[in-house]
């Protein structure tokens, strides 16, 4: 039997504990959650995508079925190389609602046969973003909470330049 995969895709920038317990409850699910890191240039990001491939590959080395990509052009596309059937993305609020259902349905649009699966977060991370994340550290509050502890140093270490 061919092995279940996710495609678990997001910006990333950087992982947080929301992300990572959307990738680990995927990853009780799928045989192999392959997370993916876009690079969408009309997004201004603070860290490279190198960057936020390394500190997800520190953040979820005890988790033995996650592989980490990157992704250029239309995620759908990336979706159909690896032949995949399966996009995870997780839900913190209603707010992520909207967004969610028109990446669902302009994916569906493109591809019939690839699914969206949401997961709802742990209600802790309900309130949590990257965007969030980085607002915090700019002013060096403690993040501690919020990010692995790789994350935070990295975040330190961007912000004291
Ligand atoms: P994007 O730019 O594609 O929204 P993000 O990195 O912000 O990328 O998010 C990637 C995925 O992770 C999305 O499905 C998003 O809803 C989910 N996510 C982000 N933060 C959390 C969180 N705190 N709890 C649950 N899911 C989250």
Redesign the pocket.
């Known amino acids: 039997m061919s092995k279940k995969q996710a495609i678990c895709?997001?910006?990333?920038?950087p992982i947080?504990f929301?992300?990572m317990?959307?990738i680990s409850r995927g990853a009780n699910v799928f045989d192999e959650v392959i997370i993916v890191v876009?690079n969408n240039e009309s997004?201004d990001s603070l860290f490279t995508v190198k960057e936020r491939m390394d500190l997800i590959s520190k953040a979820t080395k005890d988790i033995p079925n996650v592989k980490i990509d990157a992704c250029n052009g239309l995620l759908i596309d990336y979706v159909r190389t690896t032949g995949a059937k399966v996009i995870l993305?997780?839900?913190?609020a209603v707010s992520?609602f909207e967004y969610?259902m028109q990446i669902t349905s302009i994916n569906r649009k493109l591809d019939e046969s690839v699914e969206t699966f949401f997961v709802m977060?742990n209600n802790q991370?309900?309130f949590?973003?990257?965007s969030i994340v980085k607002e915090v550290a700019k002013y060096h509050s403690p993040v501690s909470d919020l990010v692995p502890p790789v994350v935070e140093a990295a975040l330190k270490e961007k912000f004291s330049k």
């Open positions: 895709p997001g910006s990333f920038d947080t929301g992300h317990d959307i876009a997004k993305r997780g839900l913190r992520d969610e977060t991370y309900s949590l973003s990257s």
